[in-house]
């Protein structure tokens, strides 16, 4: 209840125009990261950027069951890279992958011939 309670005049303070930051609860004082920092964790992904990072990966790791590799990122990086950027873009943007980025379709194939 006292953390709900905190949490709660914290916002009505903050809103109200009361700036009492940073925000106190039950003696503990959060930490927090400089401007500079700040500004590094959250600017948009740059295309040098997207592209440094992935070849950093090993080239055979894969990101799940049939899944690409890296290998085949970086091969065919020409072709996907403005795919990944708006990708990537989209979530910085909204806090989320876009729709189907994460769909799976299973298909169920018998071993052995059914019937006569």
Not at 8 to 13: C, G, L, Q, V
Not at 57 to 80: A, H, I, Q, R
Request: hydrophobic letters at 40%.
């Amino acid at each position: 209840m006292k953390v709900k309670k905190e949490i709660k005049e914290f916002y009505h303070k903050k809103f109200k125009g009361e700036d009492e930051l940073p925000m106190l609860l039950e003696g503990v004082r959060f930490k927090t990261i400089s401007e500079e920092n700040n500004n590094i964790l959250v600017h948009v992904f740059s295309k040098e950027e997207i592209k440094s990072t992935m070849w950093h990966y090993d080239y055979s790791k894969s990101p799940g069951l049939k899944g690409f590799n890296f290998n085949f990122l970086k091969t065919c990086w020409e072709v996907v890279k403005v795919d990944i950027v708006r990708v990537l873009n989209e979530l910085y943007a909204h806090g989320k992958l876009p729709r189907g980025t994460n769909a799976l379709f299973l298909t169920l194939i018998p071993k052995k011939v059914m019937g006569p």
